[in-house]
């Protein structure tokens, strides 16, 4: 690193250059940051950056899986409390069956954690290559399906 990059804890000079002549709003309360003099936010005290942004983030494979492990997990969710309500309340129903209400269950664990681990690991599925990027959404949309089939078998057979 050379001398005259700043690191990231003295304040960078060319964040007040930027905000000389700029009505730029904070990120955090809002507050109109022109002619700023330090690296903080005079209303709320956090800490600013300046920083380059893409112009077209690539997030459409984030986005495909995301809507593919969201419509499973959501589907598996509502079975499981559309089986507990007619269980507990239904004069017609024995109760809640292992057999029938566990898959539901499983099935809302693993998508609701795969769900979870996709939303955690954002930015590296964002940093990978395309070819990853779109093959890891196809397994998101393949995993919410097998699931829903495996409790329609499941539901099915009982």
């Given amino acids: 690193m050379s001398q005259n990059t700043p690191t990231s804890t003295e304040p960078s000079s060319l964040l007040p250059t930027y905000l000389a ?6 990120p955090s309360c809002g507050y109109n940051l022109r002619a700023l ?6 209303e709320c005290n956090q ?3 300046l920083c380059v942004g893409l112009a077209e983030p690539r997030m459409a494979a984030f986005i495909t ?8 997990f959501g589907f598996c969710v509502i079975l499981v409390v559309f089986f507990v309500i007619e269980g507990l ?3 017609y129903s024995d109760g809640l069956r292992w057999e029938v209400f566990g898959p539901m269950v499983i099935g809302s664990v693993v998508l ?8 955690r690991w954002r930015g590296a599925i964002c940093r990978a ?10 397994v998101c949309f393949l995993t919410s399906g097998v699931t829903v089939w495996l409790i329609f078998v499941v539901l099915r057979d009982r």
Avoid: N, Y
Wanted: positive net charge; hydrophobic residues 35%.
């Fill in 37 to 42: 003099k330090t690296d903080r936010c005079p």
């Fill in 21 to 26: 002549t700029r009505d730029e709003p904070c």
């Fill in 112 to 119: 609701g954690a795969t769900l979870w681990c996709w939303l």
């Fill in 129 to 138: 290559s395309a070819t990853r990027r779109w093959t890891l959404a196809t």
């Fill in 65 to 72: 899986g995301l809507v593919g492990l969201a419509m499973g």
């Fill in 89 to 91: 309340t239904s004069k």
């Fill in 47 to 49: 800490q600013l950056v």
